[in-house]
T-cell receptor, first 115, second 113 residues
């Protein structure tokens, strides 16, 4: 069935360093890949997304890359700040013109940025 | 412009009882999806509503049912509650005409005792 594997489960970096979180998806038909940030006790917040016709997307300090052949996609955060500390979830979805695809989530990565 | 809202915030129920959770989508959104998030895990898709019909369903038993109203708001009903139903229930809405993006509400924390 559909599955998304996310690694690592925890990640600790020093403030200013970069952080990379990787995901692998099983359904080769997936075409939409969002990333969510969830702070403790709060809702998942969409921070960036990428569609299958694009290999890379950047938004200030965050970027996402997609390798469709390998079915891998990654989140890159540069110049990390303490406020980046949260749980990050990747997701994959098959978006058709007739519906909004269901999101299949990874298990999450707890990122800790040490001041 | 209000984002996605959910009610109630917290709920405590006893095994065997029934519960109804409510969601109002973001303005300009017409599709509502429901997810269950167990502690320490990623959200799991329950079902999705569009034009007042269930369009997609995840691997959840028939005890989980829903409804969408003409104003796009939605309800999630769970019958015969089990201890394992304790979780954060998240509602997500998507823009008109099957937009890709899904924006989440704050969730309802359900505890079954």
């Amino acid at each position: 069935g559909e599955n998304v594997e996310q690694h690592p489960s925890t990640l600790s970096v020093q403030e200013g360093d970069s952080a990379v979180i990787k995901c692998t998806y099983s359904d080769s038909a997936s075409n939409y890949f969002p990333w969510y940030k969830q702070e403790l006790g709060k809702r998942p917040q969409l921070i960036i997304d990428i569609r299958s016709n694009v290999g890379e997307k950047k938004d200030q300090r965050i970027a996402v890359t997609l390798n469709k052949t390998a079915k891998h996609f990654s989140l890159h955060i540069t110049e990390t700040q303490p406020e980046d500390s949260a749980v990050y979830f990747c997701a994959a979805s098959l978006k058709r013109s007739s519906n909004t695809g269901k999101l299949i989530f990874g298990q999450g990565t707890t990122l800790q940025v040490k001041p | 412009d209000a984002g996605v809202t959910q009610s109630p915030t917290h709920l405590i129920k006893t095994r065997g009882q029934q519960v109804t959770l409510r969601c109002s989508p973001k303005s300009g959104h017409d599709t509502v999806s429901w997810y269950q998030q167990a502690l320490g895990q990623g959200p799991q898709f329950i079902f999705q509503y569009y034009e007042e019909e269930e369009r997609q369903r995840g691997n959840f038993p028939d005890r989980f049912s829903g409804h969408q109203f003409p104003n796009y708001s939605s309800e999630l009903n769970v019958n015969a509650l089990l201890l394992g139903d304790s979780a954060l229930y998240l509602c997500a809405s998507s823009p008109l005409s099957h937009g890709s993006e899904q924006y989440f509400g704050p969730g309802t924390r359900l505890t079954v005792t």
